[in-house]
């Protein structure tokens, strides 16, 4: 069950929700429920031997423990609980990185990854390369790849598991192959895939696995993980340091999992609806929600593709695209593109650069504020697929 209203404006009015890359909406029922019960009567984990402690501590065992299953890790003490993906990024990009080592990120990349690494390159000296993609198909370049690597050592590779402005899934396990062969540890951003495409350390060749739990999860927003694989923790130092709960005779920052990675008072609300959304996932099964999700966009894409004048950025490969379509109307700003979808047609989705810039400048769009994206979810219905079609072909009719 879900709540059956659309995502609401300040207006009150109900509206087709198409922007479910940058949060999910609705939520599962049984998220909202485990929100609102520890609000009423949840208390803090790990600092107390009172019954409503050790509850709370139970729920972030629940929570971790259903995660692990979802992401394939064998040990639930391997899955950190962070505030998002932005901070399981920044944790290991800035707990890893030292002065002379060469980082390789691509052009597809986040600001959530390029700005620490710039900051890093600015302030640390590191040496980062980028790696760039092909605009028809949206892969990044493994031959590019193979001859950075081979260009002198790496220390780590960055993969985005999905572009979040062209929704192409990336061949990571190939990608991350190539860098292992050549010594360098991988983080991938699996900030579009997680929940409803697979994705375990083993199936993409990571070190370090980094997502949201607000987006393919369904959990709330304020919550994300951090997979390590076994014994790369070593390798990290903490973002942030102290109260654990544990150890606490210890000045020293605790060494083991995943309190290491856990200082302060956890986010119980956020892990308490986390831990109902991950059950929910997979009660219905990560599969099945793959399934679904692919169907949807399939569909959407080839519809958008028939209409004159259109300029697609998203790469026309039924079954390897994650929800998400961005398109040009030649003509218009993007962000008016987008207000009219929405006072127009009640389409509230996003337009601009996607925090993602470097995608924009390889394709050509920033000059026209980047473009007007469309990404679908769990809950889209045929309805709302059907309408935003009918919308988007009506606007780029009186754009010609």
């Given at each position: 069950m879900v709540v059956s209203c659309g995502c609401r404006g300040s207006d009150g009015e109900a509206g087709m929700y198409f922007d479910n890359a940058a949060t999910s909406f609705p939520r599962p029922e049984s998220v909202i429920r485990a929100?609102?019960?520890?609000?009423?009567?949840?208390?803090?984990?790990?600092?107390?031997?009172?019954?409503?402690?050790?509850?709370?501590?139970?729920?972030?065992?629940?929570?971790?423990?259903?995660l692990a299953a979802i992401l394939g890790v064998s040990s639930p003490r391997q899955v950190v609980l962070t505030s998002g993906c932005t901070e399981s990024l920044n944790t290991v990009l800035l707990g890893l990185l030292s002065a002379g080592d060469r980082v390789i990120a691509s052009e597809l990349d986040h600001n959530s990854v390029l700005r620490p690494l710039v900051w890093l390159e600015r302030t640390r000296g590191i040496h980062l390369d980028?790696?760039?993609?092909?605009?028809?198909?949206?892969?990044?370049d493994a031959v590019q790849l193979e001859q950075?690597?081979?260009?002198?050592?790496?220390?780590?590779?960055?993969?985005?598991?999905?572009?979040?402005?062209?929704?192409?899934?990336?061949?990571v396990s190939e990608l991350a192959a190539l860098a292992a062969s050549r010594g360098?540890?991988?983080?991938?951003?699996?900030?579009?895939?997680?929940?409803?495409?697979?994705?375990?350390?083993?199936?993409?060749?990571?070190d370090f696995l980094a997502l949201p739990g607000h987006k393919g999860l369904c959990g709330p927003l304020g919550t994300g993980v951090l997979v390590f694989r076994e014994g790369r923790e070593d390798l990290v130092s903490p973002l942030k340091f102290g109260g654990t709960g544990?150890?606490?005779?210890?000045?020293?920052?605790?060494?083991?999992?995943?309190?290491?990675?856990?200082?302060?008072?956890?986010?119980m609300p956020g892990i308490a609806g986390l831990g109902a959304a991950a059950?929910?996932?997979?009660?219905?099964?990560?599969?099945?929600?793959?399934?679904?999700l692919v169907a949807k966009t399939d569909w959407l894409l080839a519809e958008l593709g028939r209409i004159s004048g259109l300029r697609l950025l998203t790469p026309s490969v039924p079954g390897e695209i994650c929800g998400i379509v961005s398109f040009v109307v030649p003509g218009l700003d993007a962000h008016e593109a987008a207000m009219v979808?929405?006072?127009?047609?009640?389409?509230?989705?996003?337009?601009?650069?996607?925090?993602?810039?470097?995608?924009?400048?390889?394709?050509?769009?920033?000059?026209?504020?980047?473009?007007?994206?469309?990404?679908?979810?769990?809950?889209?219905?045929?309805?709302?697929?059907?309408?935003?079609?009918?919308?988007?072909?009506?606007?780029?009719?009186?754009?010609?």
């Open positions: 929100v609102e019960g520890w609000l009423r009567s949840g208390c803090a984990a790990g600092r107390g031997g009172h019954a409503g402690a050790v509850d709370a501590a139970q729920l972030v065992q629940r929570c971790r423990s259903s980028l790696l760039g993609f092909d605009a028809g198909t949206g892969l990044l950075q690597l081979d260009a002198g050592a790496v220390r780590l590779v960055v993969l985005t598991h999905a572009s979040n402005v062209t929704g192409r899934v990336q061949r360098a540890l991988v983080l991938v951003d699996a900030a579009q895939t997680a929940g409803h495409w697979p994705c375990s350390l083993d199936v993409l060749g990571a544990t150890e606490s005779e210890l000045l020293a920052q605790p060494e083991r999992m995943p309190e290491k990675f856990e200082s302060g008072n956890l986010n059950d929910w996932v997979l009660e219905r099964t990560p599969e099945l929600l793959r399934a679904n979808l929405e006072q127009a047609f009640g389409i509230r989705c996003r337009a601009g650069l996607h925090c993602a810039p470097l995608v924009h400048r390889a394709l050509g769009t920033e000059s026209a504020g980047g473009a007007v994206r469309l990404s679908v979810g769990e809950f889209t219905t045929e309805s709302e697929l059907a309408q935003a079609v009918s919308a988007v072909g009506e606007l780029a009719m009186v754009a010609r």
